[in-house]
């Protein structure tokens, strides 16, 4: 029997070839995916630090022998309390001389065990 001088692809290489592309298009789409988790994670944390740094700053403008801690409260995007809200925030003062409080601001937002926590100081007194 004479061999034949064909050219081409075998059916092996070509199956080789699709199986190769195949795992790279899998892996392409579960890094897309992660992609869209990072993202949607990364909106959420800005929302909180949004509705933490807005409360802070509400709670500066109180007299500081006025501030107090806070039950955790639902709220909406905005920092509005909503009872349905997605974001939890809480408030935490504590004393640490007789004129100077520690304030911690926290908001825990969906899909996320970690919350956003803004710490600062409230004097009141004289310098």
């Known amino acids: 029997m004479a061999m034949s001088n064909e050219r081409g692809f075998t059916m092996i290489s070509t199956m080789v070839a699709i199986i190769l592309l195949s795992i790279g298009l899998i892996a392409l789409s579960a890094t897309g995916a992660g ?44 920092g509005i309390a909503d009872g349905t809200g997605a974001y939890v925030r809480s408030v935490e003062v504590i004393d640490v001389t007789h004129n100077l409080k520690q304030v911690a601001v926290r908001v825990a937002y969906p899909r996320s065990n970690l919350p956003v926590e803004l710490v600062t100081l409230a004097f009141s007194g004289a310098y």
């Open 35 to 78: 992609v869209v988790r990072a993202h949607t994670a990364a909106g959420g944390r800005s929302s909180a630090l949004a509705i933490a740094r807005a409360h802070l700053e509400a709670l500066r403008t109180q007299p500081t022998q006025d501030l107090d801690s806070e039950d955790p409260l639902r709220v909406n995007g905005e």
